[in-house]
């Protein structure tokens, strides 16, 4: 849906060879796959999807986020930004290229703040794609909009740490390597300073998967998965922190700053998919003979509707792509808000009227429709939901007048 003429909606120079590959590779080799990976538990899909990473890796493709200097292809987040929405249109495609989350959070952050020796144990394999990762910082019995109150703990034994507590929706945890684990080190002190975070090995005695946890009718396994974890008596060594002791949170927001943004990316290229079936269906589905459903008013509205709004959400994301790399993710905290709520928000318009538009066939797994539709109802709720950016954002404006809001 891009046009010729526009500095921001067109994709920098730089990534055009890579982005042509990408979408000779997605149509080649990843939609082919589509199917038959969607109709059957994921980790069934491991032996036809395990080749293509290798493709990808021989073709330039692989782990567009990260620096070259870690095997990745170095871009930039605008650049990052349109291979992502090409790779949207595709539920598990993100996996395939290893920028997927929660492993490219972890990486991210690993690579901030890691120790030479962290980064060697475990950025590396991660970036290889050898490993996987989890993120285990929500618990079942406190707020996850409150990262800062939690009560899972790391108390200190000797040289090391114990961990004690019980996560869930620990994404992807099943079949990981190593967990990220916030848990409080120091209760006294203040509230942004009292968590760190921890890398556990998935091994460690006391690390216990629970379940995965049903979403929307599927338990899942392997990536895309779901986990509530205990940590019981789980001992870690001293060098386990990342960062500072009491960094926790401030990692966090490190972390979930470009996760955002890379959700926005990735949904962008949901709702390029979901429109372009839309209209495909309009234009093909006869509603009388010689008449295409597309010929009647209200569904040419539908399609109007969506068509503006993903115009809107995808100039937004680039903009605060385009912010990001000039200023970086503090400055660009507003933008970084505002598209957060905006996108799922047009996400879920657009995959309600692609749905509708198709009718029974639409909540079928024929399309990856209904897939999509299971998996990002929750986009308005997780990295934030939609309430906690929109009260930042409505606090940040009213500070810039003197009003202090609790
Ligand atoms: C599919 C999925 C994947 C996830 N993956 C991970 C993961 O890998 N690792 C991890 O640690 N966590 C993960 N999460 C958890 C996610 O981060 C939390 O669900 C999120 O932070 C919200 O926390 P909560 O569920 O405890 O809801 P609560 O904090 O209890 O909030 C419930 C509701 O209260 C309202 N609310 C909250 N704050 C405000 C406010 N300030 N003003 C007004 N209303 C408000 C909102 O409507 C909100 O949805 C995942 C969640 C989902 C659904």
């Known amino acids: ?33 589509e199917r038959a990976v969607l109709s059957q538990p994921f980790v069934e899909s491991l032996p036809l999807l395990r080749p293509l990473r290798e493709e990808a890796k021989r073709r330039g493709l692989w782990a567009p986020q990260m620096p070259k200097a870690w095997g990745g292809q170095g871009l930039s987040m605008l650049e990052h930004g349109f291979v992502s929405e090409v790779l949207g249109a595709v539920p598990f495609a993100h996996w395939v290229l290893n920028c997927q989350a929660p492993d490219a959070g972890n990486m991210e952050i690993l690579l901030h703040f890691g120790t030479p020796a962290q980064q060697e144990r475990f950025l590396r394999p991660l970036v290889e794609g050898a490993v996987r990762s989890c993120f285990s910082m929500t618990e079942p019995d406190r707020p996850g909009s409150n990262p800062t109150w939690l009560e899972t703990r790391a108390r200190r034994d000797g040289s090391g740490w114990v961990i004690d507590g019980t996560k869930w929706f620990t994404s992807s945890a099943d079949g990981a390597a190593f967990a990220v684990v916030m848990a409080v080190t120091d209760e006294d002190a203040p509230p942004h300073r009292r968590a760190s975070m921890l890398l556990v090995p998935m091994d460690t005695p006391g690390v216990r998967l629970v379940r995965n946890i049903s979403v929307m009718g599927h338990a899942g396994s392997d990536w895309p998965s779901h986990a509530e974890l205990a940590y019981e008596g789980v001992r870690v060594p001293a060098d386990a922190v990342l960062g500072e002791v009491g960094a926790g949170f401030a990692i966090a927001q490190e972390r979930l700053g470009p996760g955002r943004i890379h959700h926005c990316m990735r949904w962008l290229g949901v709702c390029a998919r979901a429109y372009e079936l839309h209209v495909e269906r309009a234009a093909t589905r006869p509603f009388a003979p010689f008449v295409p459903l597309g010929a009647l008013q209200m569904v040419q509205e539908q399609i109007a509707l969506s068509r503006i709004e993903i115009h809107a959400a995808r100039l937004m994301v680039l903009d605060a792509a385009h912010r990001i790399d000039a200023v970086g993710q503090k400055e660009a905290r507003d933008e970084i808000a505002m598209i957060k709520v905006f996108v799922a ?21 024929d399309l990856p429709l209904a897939a999509f539709f299971r998996h990002e109802r929750a986009a308005r709720i997780y990295d934030g939901p939609d309430e906690v950016h929109l009260a930042a954002l409505a606090r940040r404006a009213l500070k810039a007048h003197g009003v202090k809001v609790p």
């Open 345 to 365: 928000r047009t996400m879920q318009a657009v995959l309600d009227r692609a749905v509708q538009a198709h009718g029974a066939l639409g909540v079928t797994d």
């Open 1 to 33: 849906m891009s046009g010729a003429g526009s500095q921001l909606r067109d994709p920098p120079a730089s990534v055009v060879p890579l982005l042509d590959e990408l979408r000779r590779f997605m149509d080649e080799r990843v939609k082919p796959l």
